[in-house]
Each structure stands twice: as C-alpha cells, then as structure tokens.
C-alpha cells in the first residue's frame, strides 16, 4: 500500500468522484488532513497564475478535516462530503473569513455568520478551502469585472472562464477544489461551467436558500453546485437544498435523493429542441457538439421534439431591467459608512456618499446601477420595470406550456465557446447577448443544468444546457447524465 502522501498526492492530480474520494477517507487509505494539505499545495503552485483564490481558510479547513479523520478512525458514520475540499464563490459568506463579492467597497469586511449553504456542506462532512474570485457582485459574463483582477480558464489561459462564478468553475476544472459553490442570476453558473468544461447546475428558484448570499437581484439570485461529473453535482445539490426558516423565499418542498435520480433510465423522456436557441449567432462548432448530444439522446431511447419558444427574443431587454433595477435597490446598502471601503478623500457626509461609491464600485456596477436606477425612476416605472414584469409573466408562461409536452429542454449553454481575454469588455452589448441562451430560465424560475458535450477543433469545451419545469432537477440530472455517458464519461 502506498504512503500517505503518495496516495494523497495521486489524489491531488487525479480527480475520483466524491464517493471515491469519501470511501478511501472512510476506510483510513487516505487522511482528509493530507488531502486538504495536497490540495493547499496545489493551490499554492497553480493560483498565481489562474488567480482562482482570493482567500484561504486553512484553519477552519484543516480543523474540520482533523474532526473527519477522527470520526472515521473511531468508525463513526461521515457525513456524504466527508473530508471533500470545496471552494466558495465570494458572495456567500464564511465566517471569520473576508467577504469581497469580487468589490473594493467590501474591502476589510468579514462576516461573523455563515450562509445557510456554506454551513450545510460544513456540515455534511465538507472541508471548506477558502473564498474564490467571481465577477464585481457576480454582474459579469467573463470574471474580468473582478477588482481583484480575472480570472484564466485552466483550459486555456488566455481565454476567459465565463462569469459571474468563473472562478468557481476554474477552480474544479484545474483541480483546486473536488467541488465549489457558486450563484447563477442569468447565467452566471451555467455558462461558465460551459467554457471550463465542467458540470454546473441552476436549481429551481427557491430550492436552495440564499440566506447569507450577497445579493446582486433578489428575485433572480440562485445558488448552485459546480463538480467534475453529475453524480458529484447531483450530491452536492442534495446537501445544499432545502427549506431554510431564515429565507422566506426558500421552498418547503422536500428534497428528493438527486444522485439515486440519475440512475433512473431516459427512454422514453420526451426532449424539447428550441428552434429559437438554433437560429443565427450560434457558432457551428457549438452547434454540432449540441445535435451530436441530441443524437445521442436519441440512441439512448428519448423521443426528440421539435418546439417553440419565440418570446425568448425579449429575454435579453427584460433581463437586463429587472436585474439592474433590483442591483440599483440592493447595493444602495453600500454607502461607506457601516462596513467596508470609505473614501478618505470627503468634506462632507454627502460627499463621503459620493466618493466611497465612485471609488469602490467598479465601472460594470456603476453602470448596471445606473440602468436600474433609470429603469425605476418617477416618469419610466411603468414604461421599463413594469413593462418587464408583464414580460417575465409571458416567458414563464411559455416554458409551462411547453413543459405540459416535454419532459426537459435541451439547448446550447452559450452561442460561443470561451472568448480571449478582453475581447468584448470594451463592448458591454456583446458581452450581455452571450447570455442568450441562460436568462430566460433564469427569469422563468425554472431549473437548468449544464454538462459538457464536446470540444472545439481548439480544444475548448462546449456545454449543453439540460432544462427541466420547477422543481423537476431529477429529471435534468437524468437527462445530462444521459449526454455524460455517450461520451464515455
């Protein structure tokens, strides 16, 4: 039998799947002290480079896995993320460790509490890593909005992770955490586990509970899962959901055994293909990844639908005024005075307003702030935010119909695959419209999943997205294990 170090080191460069990982920290083959500290040598040698990392909670980390190493040498039951290394995104908060949301106007700030999902893992047996690099207030489609610098995606570093977790979606896809949380507002999950080639998950509205969430869009927000394969995304959605008496937009559904659901077989699942999401601006490489994971779902036993979603052309505009009006409301909170950055350059009370905010919020904030301020203002409520919400109305409405004679929808993640570093952040239309494909789920509250299905003739990944109806993940995770499998994964 291997050393300690050895078998910790193997594990370090070869990614098992949690339950692997888990049995050979039950049976006492590996120590979950040892892998922690592989994994913070890794961290140490690779983060510079991918700036993955924005903070590391070593003591908290190496402490918990102390704990798991104990109870399986005394037999005790693990939890189900045993002695796993996880990563949280920025926006959720950790106790005793610093809370940035990617922004200069929460420099300093730590919170004394944990987020409801940050404490669910924890307890599940998880070994929490540290804090990872996300877009400013998770308002990006690149992580190049972060003020702590971007992102590179491990596939290849001069093109973009995708955003806004992109570095949650870098830091599984190089091997810097098993799993990381992440949030989704329009995308923000989906897209860039599409660009690093990895499994990322929007659930349901409501079925993982945002307390402890920095909030960029409250009524858009949703937390979620990213892992190396589906089954591992399925676990960690299964620890992470539920109701939570401290978010009264959590729901009191019960949370079925999402990994036990993607064993279930797909014959016979009845698949909706989009016209809408094949039409002009999608690349032909995404597009023939996509039809050969059609194809394969085809083999597997599912009947292909063709269908229609034509309001999906308004989705973009109603996004982009909800979204920024509810970011104007939430981040009027930050104002220099109770926590984080203060401007040292103020007179005056209302100057001190003026400066802590031009200084800390970067330039995709101050103008998302800007448009939903304009959005909600006296004159243009009715014209722009409430027009919005008529619509939002109309897209749901659209996806139950189409839900009444299909079991999922499966579309492109993105029309691109990952761009070069700066390409579009001179050019903020371009880069809302990569989220083409994402927002409308994100404004139907319904649940989505993104799982890899090819490559470009350059290597990069290409993603399908995996839609199901409220609450209906089991379904998704099926669906995408199903286009996992084809592949040989």
């Known amino acids: 039998m291997q050393s300690d170090a050895k078998t910790t080191e193997s594990l370090v460069e070869l990614p098992k799947t949690l339950a692997e990982t888990r049995s050979a920290i039950a049976s006492g083959e590996v120590k979950a002290v040892d892998l922690a500290e592989g994994y913070y040598r890794r961290i140490e040698k690779k983060n510079p480079s991918l700036n993955v990392y924005l903070s590391l909670t070593r003591e908290r980390a190496l402490e918990q896995a102390g704990r798991v190493d104990a109870a399986a040498a005394k037999g005790d039951s693990l939890g189900p993320l045993a002695g796993i290394p996880v990563g949280i995104k920025d926006v959720l908060v950790m106790k005793g460790a610093p809370a940035t949301a990617g922004s200069k106007i929460l420099q300093g700030y730590e919170p004394p509490y944990d987020a409801t999902a940050v404490s669910r893992l924890e307890a599940a047996g998880a070994v929490l890593l540290g804090k990872i690099n996300c877009d400013e207030f998770a308002m990006g489609s690149s992580n190049e909005n972060s003020a702590y610098g971007p992102v590179r995606n491990p596939v290849d570093p001069e093109c973009v992770p995708g955003g806004s977790s992109g570095g949650s979606a870098a830091a599984v896809a190089s091997n810097l955490a098993v799993a990381t949380l992440g949030t989704d507002t329009g995308g923000s999950i989906r897209q860039p586990a599409s660009f690093c080639g990895v499994v990322g998950v929007l659930p349901t509205y ?3 509970s945002r307390y402890g969430l920095i909030a960029f869009a409250s009524s858009l927000d949703r937390v979620g899962p990213f892992a190396s394969n589906v089954k591992d995304a399925a676990t960690l959605l299964g620890v992470i959901a539920g109701h939570d008496p401290r978010d009264a937009t959590s729901s009191p559904a019960p949370v079925p055994d999402y990994a036990a659901e993607i064993d279930k077989p797909v014959e016979g699942l009845r698949i909706g293909v989009p016209a809408e999401y094949f039409a002009e601006g999608l690349d032909d490489e995404v597009r023939a990844s996509i039809e050969a994971g059609i194809d394969s779902l085809r083999a597997s036993g599912c009947t292909i639908q063709a269908i229609s979603l034509p309001k999906t052309r308004y989705a973009i ?16 909170r930050f104002d220099g005075v109770r926590y984080g950055y203060r401007s040292a350059s103020s007179a005056t009370l209302a100057e001190m307003y003026r400066h802590s905010r031009d200084e800390g919020f970067g330039a995709e904030v101050k103008r998302r702030i800007l448009l939903g301020t304009y959005a909600l203002s ?5 014209a722009y935010y409430l027009k919005a919400q008529q619509v939002r109305r109309l897209l749901a409405e659209e996806f139950l119909h189409a839900f009444a004679g299909v079991d999922a929808i499966v579309t492109p993640t993105s029309p ?13 239309l371009a880069m809302y419209l990569a989220d083409i494909y994402t927002v409308t789920a994100s404004l139907a509250g319904i649940c989505g999943v993104s799982v890899p299905c090819g490559t470009t003739k350059a290597g990069l990944p290409v993603g399908m997205q995996v839609l ?4 209906q993940e089991g379904t998704a995770f099926r669906v995408a294990r199903a286009v996992e499998a084809a592949q040989g994964r």
């Open 378 to 382: 006296a004159g243009y409520y009715d």
């Open 468 to 471: 199901a109806g409220h609450m």
């Open 206 to 208: 409501g079925r993982v």
């Open 317 to 332: 505009p109603t996004y982009y005024l909800l979204a920024t009006a509810e970011a104007s409301a939430n981040l009027a």
């Open 416 to 428: 691109i695959p990952a761009f070069k570093l700066g390409e579009k952040s001179g050019d903020p």
